[in-house]
């Protein structure tokens, strides 16, 4: 009678203990239930439905970790499995869902998610000539930027920022400020010259404050303007020239009486014609020409009458001898002249 209270004690406490561990293993189950679920609906990759398994390498994983996910050009496809190191590359196991097309030619690139770190595998189309990638395959990788890397040309980058910054402002102190002259002196002298300027002092001052060449101006314009008007009513020469036709009608006139002249000399008409579109009087110019040409050398070589008194000195020489025999002669008539008279009057007187 004692004994059974304390079995019915064990066993309701054993029917207690059953009843937790059971929901224990329940709450376990479902949680796990919940987290697939969440992590499906927001990683994108399907734990639930089958996939594909592929395997690719880098030389450094720059942080990559399993369960981060596989990306075809942006869109969530798959998740990474699997990491090892392999010689001197890191192999990397990711599964994509099914259905998702790799090719032969497909690469596998690590970039970063944020800057707190999260990768992503990301995975290019590849070429339409190119054949699916089969299961077990493996991918190009293609090495991504390292994230200290970047963070290290940033640093060098915002540095010589700093720097150049620095050289700029440091040149606009000596621009505005410097020892040797600089904005300041600028702006001080181009104030003395506006104060001389508004003073009425050189050039530009008399033309901002002296009205005089505005007046001859204004006179010059007023002038122009009444040359124009006379011009538009036809007085003067040059107004008739800009509304008189005669002038106009005479030089058509006279272009159409040249060009008609100009097609009568290349139908060959006319003296001019001739000259221009026979070629006659040119070979006659050019027959004569060389007859003169073949005289010129019979002369030269003494040839014929010509010839001979241009050449020969034997003519030159018996004209100078009768010339100078006809002076003997003169002379003698001359002599004789008082004589002969003589005689003719004492002729007529016996």
Do not use: C, W
């Amino acid at each position: 009678m004692d004994g059974r209270p304390s079995d019915q004690t064990a066993r309701r406490e054993n029917t207690v203990q059953s009843s937790a561990q059971v929901k224990v293993g329940l709450f376990f189950i479902l949680g796990v239930a919940t987290l697939l679920v969440v992590y499906e609906l927001l990683g994108g990759f399907n734990f639930l439905s089958p996939g594909v398994t592929y395997t690719t390498s880098f030389h450094s994983a720059n942080g990559l970790r399993i369960g981060d996910p596989v990306r075809l050009s942006g869109v969530d496809v798959g998740a990474v499995t699997g990491l090892r190191v392999a010689d001197n590359a890191i192999d990397v196991s990711l599964r994509v869902n099914a259905g998702t097309v790799i090719k032969t030619d497909t690469t596998a690139t690590i970039k970063f998610a944020s800057l707190l770190g999260t990768n992503f595998i990301d995975l290019t189309f590849g070429t339409p000539a190119a054949q699916p990638l089969p299961p077990g395959g493996r991918i190009a990788g293609k090495e991504g930027t390292d994230l200290n890397t970047l963070v290290a040309e940033t640093q060098e980058l915002a540095t010589s920022l700093n720097k150049n910054q620095q050289r700029f402002f440091n040149s606009l102190d000596e621009v505005i400020g410097g020892e040797k002259g600089g904005l300041k002196e600028t702006m001080t002298n181009l104030n003395g010259l506006l104060a001389d300027v508004r003073a009425g002092k050189g050039t530009l001052g008399k033309l901002a404050t002296d009205d005089t060449l505005y007046v001859e101006l204004k006179g010059s314009f007023e002038q122009f303007n009444s040359i124009s008007q006379k011009m538009a009513r036809g007085e003067g020469t040059l107004g008739k020239l800009v509304t008189d036709d005669t002038l106009y009608n005479r030089l058509t006139e006279a272009t159409d009486k040249l060009a008609d002249i100009t097609q009568r000399v290349a139908a060959g008409e006319g003296t001019l014609g001739k000259l221009v579109t026979d070629d006659s009087l040119f070979v006659e110019t050019k027959e004569l020409a060389t007859n003169l040409n073949s005289i010129l050398k019979k002369v030269e070589k003494g040839e014929g009458t010509l010839g001979k008194l241009v050449m020969d000195d034997a003519l030159y020489n018996s004209a100078t001898d009768a010339l100078r025999r006809l002076g003997k002669t003169a002379d003698t008539v001359e002599d004789l002249a008082p004589l002969s008279t003589a005689l003719s009057v004492g002729s007529l007187l016996f």
